[in-house]
C-alpha cells in the first residue's frame, strides 16, 4: 500500500468521524485542521506516484547481476575450500541488487526528484 493511500484511508476515517462530532465539539476544529494537513500531503503524494517513470533497464539489470552474484555464491559454497573467498564479492553484489531493485521499483531518482519539486511549502516535518 503506497503513502498516498495511506493517507487516503486515513483521511476518509478521519472525515466520517468528523461527521460523528456534534457541531459544539472543540475536537472539530482540531480534526478539520489535521484532514487540511493530511490533503495538502496528499496531494502531491498522490501526483508523484501518478508521474513517477520506472527505469526497466535498472530493474532488468539488478535481477540479471544478482542472479550471476548468486549463482557465483552457490558455486563458491558448493566447491568449498578456497573458492569460499568469492563469497567477498558475492555477497556485497547481491545485496546492492536487492537494494537496487526495490529502489527502481518504487521509482528510484525520478520518485525522490518529483517529491523534492512537490514538497508543500511550510512543511513541518
Request: glycine letters at 8%.
Amino acid at each position: 500500500m503506497s503513502m498516498a493511500d495511506k493517507l487516503l484511508s486515513a483521511m476518509k476515517e478521519e472525515a466520517a468521524l468528523l461527521n460523528e462530532l456534534p457541531e459544539d465539539s472543540p475536537a472539530r476544529q482540531q480534526l478539520r485542521d489535521h484532514l487540511e494537513w493530511m490533503t495538502e500531503h496528499y496531494v502531491p503524494e498522490r501526483s508523484v506516484q501518478v508521474q513517477v517513470k520506472i527505469e526497466w533497464s535498472s530493474i532488468i539489470g539488478s535481477l540479471v547481476l544478482g542472479a550471476a552474484a548468486s549463482a557465483l555464491g552457490t558455486w563458491a559454497i558448493t566447491a568449498g575450500g578456497w573458492t569460499l573467498l568469492w563469497l567477498l564479492l558475492a555477497l556485497p553484489v547481491i545485496l546492492t541488487c536487492v537494494y537496487g531493485f526495490f529502489f527502481e521499483a518504487s521509482g528510484g531518482e525520478s520518485r525522490q526528484r518529483l517529491m523534492r519539486e512537490r514538497q508543500p511549502s511550510g512543511d513541518d516535518s
